[in-house]
């Protein structure tokens, strides 16, 4: 997800300034993804330029508030319909690491282990976190989100770990 089009999101359904994006941003996402509030400033500079959105004037303290646009609301409709596509992905790192280890000779078994130890006390913080959670609705669905990606790399290491052992057994034949 963009930022971008995050605070589009947002902005969807009122008027609001910087700092108020930025805690909502991080609100609904379990603050998983921490927004620095000057990306907010930049991203909002851009989303005004492009015509996306616009300044509403000034709060009651002072503060500018950003509205969003016709344009914004139709360019946010279009990234809602639009799935996202596995190439929008950043590049799996584990998997690659992994592949790596193998093509290098590398005691796959110790990477996998490595890893196995670091997901499983991420899961466990996750699912603290998911206890703990007061975001609503959002904040728990990306909460979901992370420990279900956890719960699936747990899963894949384990085959990892299979399909490692059969080829050992089958090379020493």
């Not at 609904?28 to 927004?35: D, N, V």
């Not at 992994?98 to 490595?114: H, K, R, S, Y």
């Not at 290491?157 to 020493?172: P, R, T």
Request: proline share 3%; aromatic share 6%; glycine share 8%.
């Amino acid at each position: 997800m963009s930022i971008r089009h995050g605070l589009l999101a947002l902005l969807s359904s009122g008027p609001r300034y910087g700092y108020q994006l930025r805690v909502e941003f991080e609100t609904s996402t379990g603050a998983t993804w921490p927004l620095n509030i000057g990306q907010v400033y930049t991203t909002l500079s851009r989303l005004e330029r492009d015509g996306l959105v616009a300044p509403g004037g000034a709060d009651e303290q002072g503060r500018a508030v950003y509205t969003i646009t016709e344009a914004g609301r139709e360019e946010l409709e279009r990234w809602f319909s639009t799935p996202v596509a596995p190439s929008d992905r950043p590049r799996d790192e584990l998997a690659i690491k992994i592949a790596m280890a193998v093509a290098g000779g590398l005691d796959v078994a110790e990477v996998i282990q490595t890893q196995r130890v670091a997901t499983m006390l991420g899961l466990q913080e996750l699912t603290r976190a998911k206890r703990a959670a007061t975001g609503g609705f959002a904040q728990r669905l990306v909460l979901d989100s992370l420990i279900f990606k956890a719960e699936a790399e747990q899963r894949w290491l384990d085959h990892c770990e299979a399909v490692s052992q059969q080829m050992s057994k089958e090379q020493e034949r």
